[in-house]
């Protein structure tokens, strides 16, 4: 099984609200990885955690706020959101094994966000 | 610094005609590639990885691809487009500078003629 799923499919959300974003993966996997896509661009990688710990954070606003509360789950919080924020947010997963480069990501659906 | 390139970024073929689909890398190490597809509002779906070994890699959904250590590429063919091929491939390496990460290549659009 290489699923990874991402709830909600659909998000619409006011410049002043906050909302979550969820990931879920049961393959063991201990990196979990978000993208944000724009239409017609190559995903950009956004944090990525390694065993439950933040280990890249590519100068994402703060209004972006990363929480990996075990090794299968992954949120994304949102807060004071801007309309240029937009996208297609994607997850990933990889097994993040010690010293191995043979790694494979594995995404999600992803999370179509709206902001208004 | 470590990149990759789809020269293509539209591509189009008739329903049946073959595909290659063109990827180059800059990496200072073994590279380790890959093939991702899109459909319009989904996620990334793995048609195939090359770690090492035989250079020529079978993917899912009838796909290969070719790797040229001499000519920096890795390329993507299928011999028989169908019109269910129509979306975006990228195309990225993995890159384990620090904490492992992917680049990705800027995508190539795929339409298909009936």
């Known amino acids: 099984d290489t699923e990874v799923t991402q709830t909600p499919k659909h998000l619409v959300m006011g410049m002043t609200n906050k909302k979550s974003l969820k990931c879920e993966q049961h393959?063991?996997?201990?990196?979990m990885y978000w993208y944000k896509q724009k239409a017609k661009k190559p995903p950009e990688l956004m944090f990525v955690?390694?065993?439950?710990?933040?280990?890249i954070n590519e100068s994402v606003p703060s209004r972006f706020s990363p929480e990996c509360p075990n090794s299968s789950l992954l949120n994304l919080h949102l807060h004071a959101l801007q309309p240029e924020d937009s996208a297609l947010y994607l997850c990933?997963?990889?097994?993040?094994?010690?010293?191995?480069?043979?790694?494979?990501?594995?995404f999600g659906p992803g999370t179509r966000l709206l902001v208004l | 610094a470590q990149s990759v390139t789809q020269p293509d970024i539209h591509i189009t073929v008739s329903e049946g005609a073959s595909l290659e689909l063109r990827c180059n890398y800059s990496?200072?190490?073994?590279?380790?590639l890959f093939w991702y597809v899109q459909s319009p509002g989904q996620g990334l779906q793995l048609l195939l990885k090359?770690?090492?070994?035989?250079?020529l890699v079978q993917g899912i959904k009838g796909f290969e691809a070719e790797f040229k250590r001499s000519q920096s590429s890795f390329n993507l063919r299928k011999p028989s487009v169908h019109w269910s091929d129509a979306a975006e491939y990228f195309c990225?390496?993995?890159?384990?500078?620090?904490?492992?990460?992917?680049?990705f290549g800027t995508g190539t659009r795929l339409k298909v003629l009936a």
């Open positions: 990225a390496v993995g890159d384990y500078s620090g904490t492992y990460k992917y680049i």
């Open positions: 090359y770690f090492s070994g035989d250079t």
């Open positions: 990496y200072g190490a073994t590279p380790y």
């Open positions: 990933a997963s990889s097994q993040d094994r010690s010293g191995s480069r043979k790694e494979t990501q594995y």
């Open positions: 393959m063991g996997h201990r990196a």
């Open positions: 955690y390694s065993y439950e710990k933040l280990s």
